[in-house]
Protein backbone atom coordinates (compact mmCIF):
# COMPACT_ATOMS: atom_id res chain seq x y z
CA UNK A 1 0.00 0.00 0.00
CA UNK A 2 1.40 3.54 -0.65
CA UNK A 3 1.55 6.74 1.32
CA UNK A 4 -1.58 8.98 0.48
CA UNK A 5 -1.37 12.85 0.61
CA UNK A 6 -3.90 14.04 3.00
CA UNK A 7 -5.03 16.42 5.15
CA UNK A 8 -4.69 16.66 9.10
CA UNK A 9 -8.57 17.16 9.08
CA UNK A 10 -8.90 13.93 7.56
CA UNK A 11 -7.44 11.52 9.66
CA UNK A 12 -8.08 13.07 13.23
CA UNK A 13 -10.20 15.46 15.27
CA UNK A 14 -8.91 18.26 17.33
CA UNK A 15 -10.37 19.37 20.27
CA UNK A 16 -13.82 17.41 19.37
CA UNK A 17 -14.75 17.21 23.41
CA UNK A 18 -15.45 20.04 25.94
CA UNK A 19 -16.77 20.20 29.08
CA UNK A 20 -20.16 21.04 29.24
CA UNK A 21 -23.33 21.03 31.83
CA UNK A 22 -23.80 17.48 31.82
CA UNK A 23 -19.96 16.17 32.19
CA UNK A 24 -20.25 13.22 34.81
CA UNK A 25 -17.47 13.89 36.83
CA UNK A 26 -17.28 16.64 39.68
CA UNK A 27 -13.65 16.17 40.52
CA UNK A 28 -10.98 16.85 37.33
CA UNK A 29 -7.47 15.74 36.57
CA UNK A 30 -6.35 18.69 35.52
CA UNK A 31 -3.23 19.64 32.93
CA UNK A 32 -2.13 23.06 32.10
CA UNK A 33 0.40 24.28 29.79
CA UNK A 34 3.11 24.46 32.56
CA UNK A 35 2.35 20.89 32.93
CA UNK A 36 3.44 19.12 29.81
CA UNK A 37 6.96 19.55 28.75
CA UNK A 38 9.09 18.34 25.17
CA UNK A 39 7.42 14.56 24.97
CA UNK A 40 6.08 14.37 28.83
CA UNK A 41 3.35 14.90 31.24
CA UNK A 42 5.04 16.30 34.18
CA UNK A 43 2.00 16.58 36.60
CA UNK A 44 -1.69 16.96 36.87
CA UNK A 45 -4.07 18.41 39.57
CA UNK A 46 -6.78 17.14 41.10
CA UNK A 47 -9.10 20.10 41.18
CA UNK A 48 -12.98 19.79 42.09
CA UNK A 49 -14.79 20.78 38.83
CA UNK A 50 -16.36 23.84 40.91
CA UNK A 51 -12.71 25.69 41.10
CA UNK A 52 -11.80 24.51 37.97
CA UNK A 53 -10.23 27.67 35.97
CA UNK A 54 -12.50 28.70 33.24
CA UNK A 55 -9.58 27.22 30.47
CA UNK A 56 -10.39 23.82 31.70
CA UNK A 57 -12.44 22.16 29.04
CA UNK A 58 -10.72 19.88 27.04
CA UNK A 59 -12.05 16.45 27.43
CA UNK A 60 -8.69 13.87 27.37
CA UNK A 61 -8.82 10.20 26.21
CA UNK A 62 -6.68 7.47 25.00
CA UNK A 63 -4.02 8.43 22.27
CA UNK A 64 -4.78 11.93 22.86
CA UNK A 65 -2.46 14.34 21.33
CA UNK A 66 -1.29 17.63 23.51
CA UNK A 67 -0.07 20.38 21.82
CA UNK A 68 0.10 23.87 23.17
CA UNK A 69 -1.34 26.42 20.81
CA UNK A 70 0.92 29.22 22.74
CA UNK A 71 4.52 29.76 21.64
CA UNK A 72 4.51 26.37 20.03
CA UNK A 73 8.73 27.27 20.01
CA UNK A 74 8.44 26.07 23.37
CA UNK A 75 7.20 22.23 22.20
CA UNK A 76 4.77 21.66 25.63
CA UNK A 77 3.60 18.51 23.51
CA UNK A 78 2.62 15.05 24.43
CA UNK A 79 1.31 11.76 23.71
CA UNK A 80 -1.18 10.38 26.42
CA UNK A 81 -1.24 6.60 26.05
CA UNK A 82 -3.84 6.10 28.90
CA UNK A 83 -6.25 9.11 29.90
CA UNK A 84 -8.05 8.41 33.16
CA UNK A 85 -11.69 9.11 33.10
CA UNK A 86 -11.55 12.68 33.83
CA UNK A 87 -8.71 13.38 32.09
CA UNK A 88 -9.60 17.19 31.13
CA UNK A 89 -6.54 20.12 29.11
CA UNK A 90 -6.32 23.54 29.44
CA UNK A 91 -8.12 25.40 26.29
CA UNK A 92 -4.63 26.27 25.71
CA UNK A 93 -3.89 23.16 24.18
CA UNK A 94 -4.84 21.74 21.16
CA UNK A 95 -5.96 17.72 21.72
CA UNK A 96 -5.72 15.73 18.06
CA UNK A 97 -7.28 12.09 18.04
CA UNK A 98 -6.81 9.82 15.14
CA UNK A 99 -10.32 9.22 13.41
CA UNK A 100 -10.76 5.56 13.75
CA UNK A 101 -9.05 3.64 10.85
CA UNK A 102 -7.55 6.86 9.54
CA UNK A 103 -4.49 6.71 11.03
CA UNK A 104 -2.70 5.86 13.46
CA UNK A 105 -2.45 7.76 16.65
CA UNK A 106 1.56 7.53 18.30
CA UNK A 107 2.24 8.10 14.01
CA UNK A 108 0.30 11.23 13.76
CA UNK A 109 1.54 12.26 17.37
CA UNK A 110 5.72 11.91 15.81
CA UNK A 111 4.40 13.64 12.77
CA UNK A 112 2.77 16.79 14.59
CA UNK A 113 6.30 17.05 16.37
CA UNK A 114 8.45 16.96 14.01
CA UNK A 115 10.71 19.67 14.07
CA UNK A 116 9.35 20.62 10.51
CA UNK A 117 5.73 20.94 11.78
CA UNK A 118 6.94 22.40 14.80
CA UNK A 119 8.72 25.41 13.03
CA UNK A 120 5.57 25.75 10.69
CA UNK A 121 2.99 26.10 13.52
CA UNK A 122 5.67 29.52 14.92
CA UNK A 123 5.35 30.75 11.33
CA UNK A 124 1.64 30.89 12.33
CA UNK A 125 1.83 31.77 15.80
CA UNK A 126 4.17 34.67 14.46
CA UNK A 127 2.14 36.14 11.94
CA UNK A 128 -0.41 36.63 14.72
CA UNK A 129 -0.57 40.01 16.28
CA UNK A 130 -1.12 39.35 19.59
CA UNK A 131 0.88 39.70 23.28
CA UNK A 132 2.02 35.73 23.17
CA UNK A 133 2.46 34.18 20.05
CA UNK A 134 -0.50 31.69 18.95
CA UNK A 135 -1.91 29.43 16.32
Known amino acids: MGWKMTTLGEVADINISTIDKN ?23 KIK ?15 SVLISTVRP ?4 YCFVKKAKPNLIASTGFAVVNSKEGK ?9 LTTNEYTNYLIKIA ?10
Not at 73 to 76: E, V
Open 23 to 45: YAFDEIEYIDVASVEERKLTETQ
Open 49 to 63: LENAPSRAKRIVVDN
Open 103 to 111: SDPYYLYNL
Open 126 to 135: DSQTSTYPAF
Open 73 to 76: NLKH
